[in-house]
């Protein structure tokens, strides 16, 4: 149980078009969904929280404009990577919680995208 | 050990060893903490977590000890194995808080 997939597992796309990445949980309701990204050698930084039906929360310094999140389903977030950018390129990884256990999360495969 | 840049602090066993990866996290107010394993091109797996109440949690082969005076974790894998080998990262979540903030990560090398 609680199983998070993500689609794309990678994408590659030229610079200035959007990008979106799906995390869906699978086999339980996520009230809250967190979307993560990780450089090369890095660790993960949170870059917002989102529950469903309601606006994003964002992290300090994250752009709510760029970054697009969208949590219309208690199984289905989406990021938007808006007019991507090489310095976008890194692995974003969503995981996902329930209202009863919030701290614990699952967390998706991760997709890579690289802006060329 | 700290993270430098780009470069995780890594830490080569060989195989049949015990590991011993290091953790220090920031917020006194954390009353949870977690270990995941991250494989290359993955994303985090659970490994084991402890609440502030305790000093020590064993799972299997794994065993999480906290020192709350010092905020320190560690995790301890008894026999490592070389499919431990993976990226170690430590998260805590401060009390009343959903999110959870992420360590820096330690590489774990396991030679046969």
């Known amino acids: 149980g609680a199983v998070v997939s993500q689609h794309p597992s990678w994408v590659i796309c030229k610079s200035g078009t959007s990008v979106k990445i799906e995390c869906r949980s699978l086999?339980?309701?996520?009230?809250?969904m967190f979307w993560y990204r990780q450089f090369p050698k890095q660790s993960l930084m949170l870059m917002a929280t989102?529950?469903?039906?309601?606006?994003?929360?964002?992290e300090q310094g994250v752009e709510k404009d760029k970054f697009l999140i969208n949590h219309a389903s208690l199984t289905l977030s989406t990021l938007t990577v808006t007019s991507a950018h090489p310095e976008d390129s890194s692995f974003y990884i969503c995981?996902?919680?329930?209202?009863?256990?919030?701290?614990?999360?699952?967390f998706g495969p991760g997709t890579r995208l690289t802006v060329l | 050990g700290e993270s430098v840049g780009l470069h995780l602090p890594t830490l080569s066993v060989q195989e049949g060893d015990n590991s011993i990866i290091n953790c220090a996290y920031s917020?006194?107010?954390?009353?949870?903490f977690i270990w995941y394993k991250q494989e290359s091109g993955k994303g985090p797996q659970f490994i084991i977590d402890?609440?502030?109440?305790?000093d020590k949690r064993q799972g299997q082969r794994v065993t999480v000890l906290l020192n709350k005076t010092v905020k320190h974790l560690s995790l301890q894998i008894a026999a490592t194995q070389p499919g431990d080998s993976a990226v170690y990262f430590c998260?805590?979540?401060?009390?009343?808080?959903?999110?959870?903030?992420f360590g820096k990560g330690t590489m774990l090398l396991v030679s046969p």
């Open positions: 995981s996902a919680a329930t209202s009863g256990s919030l701290h614990e999360q699952f």
């Open positions: 917020n006194s107010a954390s009353d949870y």
């Open positions: 086999d339980f309701q996520a009230t809250t």
């Open positions: 989102s529950n469903e039906g309601s606006k994003a929360t964002y």
């Open positions: 998260a805590e979540n401060p009390s009343g808080y959903s999110t959870l903030t």
């Open positions: 402890i609440r502030s109440n305790m």
